[in-house]
């Protein structure tokens, strides 16, 4: 099966003029009129809250957050819905296994050195309970495995960049990680929108990835952990709906992933996240990669005309749609504005939240081109056009 993006983009409103090439796809996918859809029937048909109200509409929301549930299950290939936490983002996945894992002084969380701030961040704050933090390269199986100390109580990795599209061998990490006895958790927000995942054949411990970057509403993610792995969590952010029971003097947890979702939820966000799961289901995500990896191969041919462009990462065949480039002596930022203003084109320019990889490699910043399912070899085409006009000017 092949993705025919002229089909598919006839479901996104903000393509249906053909005025704007959006290759901004790593930062926030577009969404399907069907997503859009559901979040609107949540407002005008089943405004209310699930697992309280006993009345048609809680009832309805509880439907609806139940077959979320089980769709996000087979979307990862979890052995059980128990294993599916609804959040806000990766973000917010990372940092509620950081902040109730049960770590303690002098314990080390290893990551990758090519982290979003996302999977850098919540264990840098750990410090402060004596946890210390290491980063071992980027893909490198051997720097990980010397650096599985006793001392190591979980690993936590980016399994594709967002900075260069390349992503590492999970399965043979996965594989290093627990061959020492420890605990892994993937960052899986570039991967889950773009490739296959099976959690259950990873056999990973946790899995973290955002809703708005796979084309679900603003504001949504799951958290995956196998069940062993979540009993293993102390809840920290507790309140409404956590509890089976309370007094005054403390409170009975309940058992299921409701333990970590406190408070009202997104109903509405989960509702349409089901719908981009299935949207995603019926396109393939093998499709979809094979479809994005043409597309880089032919923005990087683009690309390699520039004896000044610096492409960052690995070669077409070894990445997703991302890529990341920057021409010597001309300001990234500068290039995403004149792309949007010339030609309706919009990329991203910085350091796309991987500050720490800038820093230590001494790189001001890169744009950024991330393509998906809707984006067409045409674009890419006038992407490649604009840019030499961009170019010919800042140059
Ligand atoms: C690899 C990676 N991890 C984590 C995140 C954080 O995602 P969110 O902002 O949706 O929480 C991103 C977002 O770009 C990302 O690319």
């Known amino acids: 099966m092949s993705v025919d993006p002229y089909r598919l983009r006839r479901d996104f409103p903000p393509l249906r003029d053909g005025r704007l090439v959006y290759f901004d796809n790593a930062c926030m996918a577009l969404r399907p009129q069907a997503v859009i859809d559901a979040v609107t029937a949540y407002y005008t048909e089943y405004p209310a809250c699930g697992e309280r109200s006993l009345h048609r509409l809680g009832r309805r929301v509880d439907e609806e957050v ?40 002098g314990d080390v969380v290893v990551t990758s050195d090519q982290e979003h701030n996302s999977n850098l961040l919540p264990w840098q704050q750990l410090s402060r309970d004596g946890v210390a933090h290491r980063a071992v390269a ?35 990490t996965v594989e290093a990680v627990h061959e020492a006895g420890i605990p892994i958790l993937l960052d899986a927000a570039q991967a889950a929108p773009h490739q296959a995942l099976d959690v259950r054949s990873l056999d990973v411990d946790f899995l973290a990835c955002s809703g708005h970057k796979m084309l679900g509403p603003s504001g949504t993610g799951l958290l995956y952990g196998k069940r062993d792995a979540l009993a293993r969590l102390r ?51 093998e499709a979809i990669h094979a479809h994005e990896q043409r597309l880089t191969r032919k923005l990087q041919e683009g690309l390699a005309q520039y004896p000044s ?27 995403c504005l004149l792309l949007d203003q010339s030609a309706g084109i919009a990329v991203r320019s910085g350091r796309h939240c991987v500050h720490s990889w800038f820093n230590a490699h001494g790189v001001e910043g890169s744009v950024r081109a991330s393509f998906y399912l809707y984006n067409t070899e045409e674009e890419v085409a006038a992407f490649l056009g604009a840019l030499a006009k961009v170019h010919e000017v800042l140059a």
Do not use: C
């Open 66 to 105: 139940s077959l979320a549930r089980e769709a996000a299950r087979r979307f990862l290939h979890a052995r059980r819905v128990e294993e599916i936490v609804f959040t806000q983002n990766t973000t917010h996945a990372i940092n509620l296994v950081a902040h109730s894992f049960p770590f303690a002084p």
């Open 138 to 172: 980027f893909g490198d199986l051997e720097a990980l495995r010397a650096g599985l100390t006793p001392a190591v109580k979980l690993v936590s990795m980016v399994m594709t960049s967002n900075l260069d599209g390349a992503s590492i061998d999970a399965r043979r």
């Open 235 to 285: 809840p920290t952010l507790v309140g409404g709906g956590t509890v089976e029971d309370s007094t005054l003097q403390g409170a009975t947890y309940r058992q299921g992933p409701e333990r970590f979702e406190a408070g009202l939820q997104n109903y509405a966000g989960i509702a349409g996240l089901r719908h981009a799961i299935e949207y995603l289901e019926r396109v393939g995500r």
């Open 309 to 335: 462009v610096t492409v960052f990462g690995p070669a077409a065949e070894r990445r997703g749609g991302i890529t990341s480039f920057a021409f010597a002596g001309i300001d990234v930022h500068d290039v």
